[in-house]
């Protein structure tokens, strides 16, 4: 069984391309950057610039190619583990 980097990696993406992983990429998203969006609406909201310019900071740095727009990712499959109540390792 010898895959190539390529076959891998296919392999690897289509096991997010299921509507329940998709699910718990968006809270695993949400867990991450919401915090930072939720900072932003309270600085609008009361005219704070400290809470404006630590969620817009924020999310800069996340979408700069520094890549820790990959952390979601990462912690997908354990909530996808946790949401769906899988036993043993996700794929």
Same mark, same amino acid.
Do not use: D, Q
């Given at each position: $069984? =010898?895959? %190539?980097?390529?076959?891998?990696?296919?392999?690897?993406?289509? /096991? !997010? #391309? %299921?509507?329940? $992983?998709? *699910? /718990?990429?968006?809270?695993?998203?949400? *867990?991450?950057?919401?915090?930072?969006? +939720?900072?932003?609406? *309270?600085? #609008?909201?009361?005219? =704070?610039?400290?809470? !404006? /310019?630590?969620?817009?900071?924020?999310? %800069?740095? +996340?979408?700069?190619? =520094?890549? %820790?727009?990959?952390?979601?990712?990462?912690?997908?499959?354990? *909530?996808? @583990?946790?949401?769906?109540?899988?036993?043993?390792? +996700? @794929?």
């Amino acid at each position: $069984m =010898n895959e %190539t980097k390529k076959e891998k990696f296919k392999r690897f993406i289509k /096991s !997010y #391309l %299921t509507w329940k $992983m998709l *699910i /718990s990429l968006a809270i695993a998203w949400l *867990i991450f950057i919401g915090w930072a969006i +939720v900072f932003i609406i *309270i600085g #609008l909201i009361t005219n =704070n610039a400290w809470f !404006y /310019s630590i969620g817009i900071g924020f999310i %800069t740095w +996340v979408i700069l190619p =520094n890549g %820790t727009f990959l952390i979601p990712f990462s912690i997908t499959p354990f *909530i996808h @583990k946790i949401l769906f109540n899988i036993k043993g390792e +996700v @794929k």
